[in-house]
């Protein structure tokens, strides 16, 4: 069974840039959450989708966007790139339905803004 | 308020117990997770406890859980340089909708 992908892995854009990262969840995996690594503010939740409606939103300003397909892959946008936005961007699926609620993690995107 | 916190840095000797600890603030949270990161890489689940337990055991892991004390801790028994890596605790928020939140994470370094 394939893990969570994310792509690309690595990225460099310049300020005031926008970018696009993409996931695919395990299959059958309905719920997609990303997160936003950094060294200052460890990890923080951005939102979470759940059959294409978004659930839960962090504390993150609205250049920070995602939206789900209807086969449960995510993207998350980012526009007006600022400095501060070099981070590791995670995502997780999980079935979260029940008691399945664990969240697997893909490898990441790795962003860095000039 | 959603906070957890870890200590930031542990050392064991290989072959040693490695105790990590957590404090959490939400009592409502179904789950409790830990994860490992590796440099360079994503999450790795490694195990977690449903809020009802005081302990689970999964081979050279074991997560006890004090509810009274909001209090979590993981013990890697027999440490490995392998082991070595960022352990992070996480509290599930939100009911059904997956909001984790992270502790700072504790580095793990492994003393030959």
């Known amino acids: 069974k394939a893990g969570v992908t994310q792509t690309p892995r690595y990225l460099i854009k310049t300020r005031g840039q926008q970018v696009t990262l993409s996931c695919s969840p395990i299959?059958?995996?309905?719920?997609v959450s990303w997160y936003q690594q950094t060294p200052g503010q460890g990890l923080q939740f951005l939102f979470e989708?759940?059959?294409?409606?978004?659930?839960n939103k962090g504390n993150f300003p609205g250049r920070f966007s995602g939206r789900q397909f209807s086969n449960s892959r995510s993207e998350m946008n980012v526009s007006t790139l600022e400095l501060g936005d070099s981070a590791l961007y995670l995502c997780?699926?999980?079935?979260?339905?029940?008691?399945?609620?664990?969240?697997?993690f893909g490898q990441g995107t790795r962003l860095t803004v000039v | 308020g959603e906070d957890v916190e870890q200590s930031l840095f542990l050392s064991v000797r290989e072959g040693d117990s490695s105790v990590i600890n957590c404090t959490y603030t939400?009592?409502?949270?179904?789950?409790l997770y830990w994860y490992k990161q590796e440099p360079g890489a994503g999450l790795q689940l490694l195990t977690y406890i449903f809020s009802n337990m005081d302990m689970k055991q999964d081979q050279r892991l074991t997560v006890l859980l004090n509810k009274k004390d909001k209090h979590l801790s993981l013990r890697i028994a027999d440490t490995q340089t392998g082991d070595s890596a960022i352990y992070f605790c996480a509290e599930e928020f939100g009911g059904g909708a997956q909001k984790l939140v992270f502790g700072q994470g504790t580095r793990l370094t492994i003393n030959p």
């Open positions: 989708y759940f059959s294409e409606t978004q659930r």
């Open positions: 997780a699926s999980s079935q979260a339905v029940g008691m399945n609620t664990e969240a697997f």
């Open positions: 939400d009592s409502s949270s179904t789950y």
């Open positions: 299959s059958g995996h309905r719920s």
